[in-house]
């Protein structure tokens, strides 16, 4: 009894290792279309708790693209489908800026379903490697991790591990390795993660949080840093009554996770009152749905978020409420923002290195007004956000909401942010999109293409 316990406890301990398939070539699409996706009937005139084009949803899920100089592309994976079906497909592609074109966008896999849920992000490692992290909602179907074969390409994959995780966060520490957040779900949405020095063979799942009913969560790295902020699910309604806002960071590969003012978190955090909490929105009786974490010029992290009274879309209960929260080494200073119509709104800040905030997000009505997206607009602020200035009407006469800007790791100018459109209230085409840091033009990634690459369009 006593030698198979220790094989037991050798087991659960093991590394997590996959057995090897064949790499694939991918096929390639001839367009790049998104996935249009709703979340939870509401039986009024809005139709959803959220809908609309959501190749580049969730936030709760990050990188999405991330620039390589080494070869002058930003490489990028959106929730695509297929042009007879609204069915799932992970999609990888990057935009040459030396040549200004993108190619035929590649097909890694087909979900099999229309939850944009399950979309993917995806990673460089030191040596180029595309990693692309496939999530899935909950425990009914497999998550995957693949890797390019070659470096800087996205012709041919091999398949690393099939498992089961969602919300992914895969970060390339330099010289370290893979430090990968997610979720795993079990009596809720708990937060985990795993280290792998060469994404093959993986620890085990670590517990990090889990809150209530659960967590959802944002990250950002910086050097060796790696941030995450999240909130907490009460019970017994849970994730519609998402509240407070917590802050925990670590440069040691995972190894110890601490407050923003640097004492040791005891992990897993599992009380609502406890050293990581830095806004406390149920004493406000606020809604919390956080948008982007990012750290200033000097290290410091800086988060946005938005506030709401209740869950459910509509103008019953006023606009929604942004702020911006920074760390000024001894608080947080939270300031208001400005306003939109929609709680899932969802928006980047990037922080410059003079100083300049700038946030693109869609903060403007859209031809569906009080649903999900609006017309994109960058704003900008000089002064860490004490004021802001709108600095551009990105989009404008629409047919179709615009939300999910999302923000790429190293963001190169001529690609700051991208995201998709889609009509909120019923089932429809949705495109992507991106803009440049000064928020010039606006282009469109080609619906339909003829030959193997292509330019994308100007939008207006």
């Given at each position: 009894?006593?030698?198979?316990?220790?094989?037991?406890?050798?087991?659960l301990?093991?590394?997590?290792v996959?057995?090897?398939?064949?790499?694939?070539?991918?096929?390639?699409?001839?367009?790049?279309?998104?996935?249009?996706y709703?979340?939870?009937?509401?039986?009024?005139?809005?139709?959803?708790?959220?809908?609309?084009?959501?190749?580049?949803?969730p936030?709760?899920?990050?990188?999405?693209?991330?620039?390589?100089?080494?070869?002058?592309?930003?490489?990028?994976?959106?929730g695509?489908r297929?042009?007879?079906?609204?069915?799932?497909?992970?999609?990888?592609?990057?935009?040459?800026?030396?040549?200004?074109?993108?190619?035929?966008?590649?097909?890694?896999?087909?979900?099999?379903?229309?939850?944009?849920?399950?979309?993917?992000?995806?990673?460089?490692?030191?040596?180029?490697?595309?990693?692309?992290?496939?999530?899935?909602?909950?425990?009914?179907?497999?998550s995957w991790?693949?890797?390019?074969?070659?470096?800087?390409?996205v012709?041919?994959?091999?398949?690393?591990?099939?498992?089961?995780?969602?919300y992914?966060?895969?970060?390339w520490?330099?010289?370290?390795?893979f430090?990968?957040?997610h979720t795993?779900?079990?009596?809720?949405?708990g937060?985990f993660?795993m280290?792998?020095?060469?994404?093959?063979?993986?620890?085990?799942?670590?517990?990090?949080?889990h809150i209530?009913?659960?967590?959802?969560?944002?990250?950002?790295?910086l050097?060796q840093?790696?941030?995450?902020?999240?909130?907490?699910?009460?019970?017994?309604?849970?994730?519609?009554?998402?509240?407070?806002?917590?802050?925990?960071?670590?440069?040691?590969?995972?190894?110890?996770?601490?407050?923003?003012?640097?004492?040791?978190?005891?992990?897993?955090?599992?009380e609502?009152a406890?050293?990581?909490l830095?806004?406390?929105?149920?004493?406000?009786?606020?809604?919390?749905?956080?948008?982007?974490?990012?750290?200033?010029?000097?290290?410091?992290p800086?988060?946005?978020f938005?506030?709401?009274?209740?869950?459910?879309?509509?103008?019953?209960?006023?606009?929604?409420?942004?702020?911006?929260?920074?760390?000024?080494?001894?608080?947080?200073?939270?300031?208001?923002?400005?306003?939109?119509?929609?709680?899932?709104?969802?928006?980047?800040?990037?922080?410059e290195?003079?100083?300049?905030?700038r946030?693109v997000?869609?903060?403007?009505?859209?031809?569906?007004?009080?649903?999900?997206?609006?017309?994109?607009?960058?704003?900008?602020?000089?002064?860490?956000?004490?004021?802001?200035?709108?600095?551009?009407?990105?989009?404008h006469d629409?047919?179709?909401?615009?939300?999910?800007?999302?923000?790429?790791?190293?963001?190169?100018?001529?690609?700051?942010?991208?995201?998709?459109?889609?009509?909120?209230?019923?089932?429809?085409?949705s495109r992507?999109?991106?803009t440049?840091?000064?928020?010039?033009?606006?282009?469109?990634?080609?619906?339909?293409?003829?030959?193997?690459?292509?330019?994308?369009?100007?939008?207006?």
């Open positions: 009894m006593k030698c198979l316990a220790i094989q037991l406890l050798v087991l301990l093991a590394p997590v996959s057995a090897q398939k064949p790499p694939a070539v991918l096929a390639r699409d001839d367009g790049y279309r998104g996935i249009w709703a979340n939870q009937p509401s039986k009024d005139e809005y139709r959803y708790k959220y809908s609309g084009g959501f190749a580049t949803y936030q709760q899920q990050l990188p999405q693209a991330i620039y390589a100089k080494e070869v002058n592309k930003t490489f990028f994976c959106y695509g297929t042009r007879e079906k609204n069915e799932l497909l992970h999609m990888v592609s990057y935009l040459d800026h030396t040549t200004g074109t993108v190619p035929r966008p590649a097909i890694l896999l087909n979900k099999k379903t229309d939850d944009a849920h399950d979309n993917p992000t995806l990673m460089l490692d030191d040596a180029g490697h595309v990693w692309v992290f496939s999530a899935a909602h909950g425990t009914a179907r497999p991790i693949h890797r390019s074969t070659k470096p800087w390409s012709d041919e994959f091999e398949e690393i591990l099939e498992t089961n995780f969602s992914t966060h895969p970060w520490m330099p010289g370290k390795g430090l990968f957040l795993r779900y079990s009596a809720g949405r937060l993660s280290t792998s020095a060469d994404g093959r063979a993986w620890s085990q799942p670590r517990s990090l949080a209530g009913m659960g967590d959802y969560q944002l990250t950002w790295q050097g840093r790696l941030a995450s902020v999240f909130d907490y699910h009460p019970k017994p309604v849970g994730l519609n009554e998402r509240s407070n806002i917590y802050y925990m960071e670590t440069d040691d590969f995972g190894g110890t996770w601490r407050t923003v003012g640097g004492a040791v978190l005891e992990i897993p955090l599992t609502s406890n050293p990581a830095v806004l406390d929105s149920r004493a406000e009786k606020q809604l919390v749905y956080l948008k982007d974490l990012n750290f200033d010029n000097t290290g410091k800086v988060v946005l938005l506030t709401a009274t209740v869950y459910e879309s509509g103008p019953k209960h006023g606009p929604r409420t942004w702020f911006t929260m920074r760390w000024t080494g001894t608080e947080w200073v939270r300031r208001p923002f400005t306003t939109s119509d929609h709680n899932y709104d969802h928006g980047s800040l990037h922080i290195p003079d100083g300049l905030w946030i997000a869609p903060t403007d009505p859209g031809p569906q007004p009080w649903t999900a997206g609006g017309e994109m607009v960058m704003w900008t602020s000089r002064d860490e956000g004490a004021t802001w200035s709108k600095a551009k009407m990105l989009t629409s047919l179709r909401n615009h939300t999910y800007a999302r923000r790429p790791v190293n963001a190169h100018p001529g690609f700051y942010t991208f995201w998709a459109d889609g009509h909120t209230l019923e089932p429809a085409e992507l999109y991106f440049d840091r000064e928020g010039s033009q606006v282009w469109r990634l080609p619906e339909s293409m003829s030959g193997n690459s292509a330019p994308p369009e100007p939008a207006w």
